[in-house]
């Protein structure tokens, strides 16, 4: 499986954007980018996903490199809620086993107020 | 709309007992997984249903666990004779095809 790899934290000011790289040299062509978050003692919750171009919903933006060998997610104005471990993970929906999602280290995300 | 739900929420069991947790997917979602989270650790896949096809069981730490998923709905995970290690936060998420999925709140289980 190809592998992602973060920082393992990063911090940021309330109401100040924040950007969250990922590191995936090893991507494959079928491989989709999902960006899902944990907030403290919850189970994880879904963020946003791509392929190839940029997207944005109403939680966040993903941008993503033109060779794809790298992401970044964007949290356009951080708030306190938004503290948390984020996590890129690929999943190649075309095997079977990609439906799985492999979780890394991911990022932990502090917000000051 | 409801959400993946767990029960129990806690559940605390001597070394060597069985456990069972139960999760309620979202209505309408084909496929369920199960995940744990050990203290500190990152989460770990177990076991995949989808639809009427043969689970992925490639994920179960030993034979000592085991899944079922009844009528395409309600799943059950199984741990027989559990030991110290089995100690985590249980989570099941459920989802339509490969779409992204839903967690519940996880069970945490502690064996003692």
């Known amino acids: 499986d190809a592998k992602t790899t973060q920082p393992n934290s990063m911090e940021s000011n309330e109401e100040e954007p924040v950007h969250l790289p990922c590191n995936h040299s090893t991507i494959s062509g079928t491989d989709y980018i999902h960006w899902y978050r944990q907030l403290p003692s919850q189970g994880p919750e879904y963020v946003i996903h791509?392929?190839?171009s940029n997207v944005n919903n109403r939680m966040a933006s993903l941008a993503i490199a033109e060779d794809r060998k790298s992401s970044t997610l964007i949290l356009h104005r951080a708030t306190l809620r938004d503290a948390a471990v984020y996590y890129c993970i690929l999943r190649d929906v075309q095997e079977t086993s990609g439906s799985r999602l492999t979780f890394g280290e991911g990022t932990q995300l502090t917000v000051n107020p | 709309g409801a959400g993946v739900s767990q029960s129990p929420s806690n559940k605390v069991t001597e070394k060597g007992k069985d456990v069972e947790l139960r999760c309620d997917p979202i209505?309408?979602?084909?496929?369920l997984y199960w995940y744990r989270q050990s203290l500190g650790q990152g989460l770990e896949f177990l076991i995949y249903?989808?639809?009427?096809?043969?689970?992925?069981k490639s994920g179960l730490p030993s034979d000592r666990f085991s899944a079922e998923r009844t009528g395409g709905s309600v799943s059950t995970l199984t741990i027989q004779r559990t030991q110290q290690e089995d100690s985590a936060v249980y989570l099941c998420a459920s989802s339509q095809e490969s779409y992204e999925q839903y967690f519940g709140p996880g069970t945490r289980l502690t064996v003692t």
């Open positions: 249903f989808q639809g009427n096809s043969a689970p992925d």
């Open positions: 209505s309408g979602h084909t496929a």
């Open positions: 791509g392929l190839t």
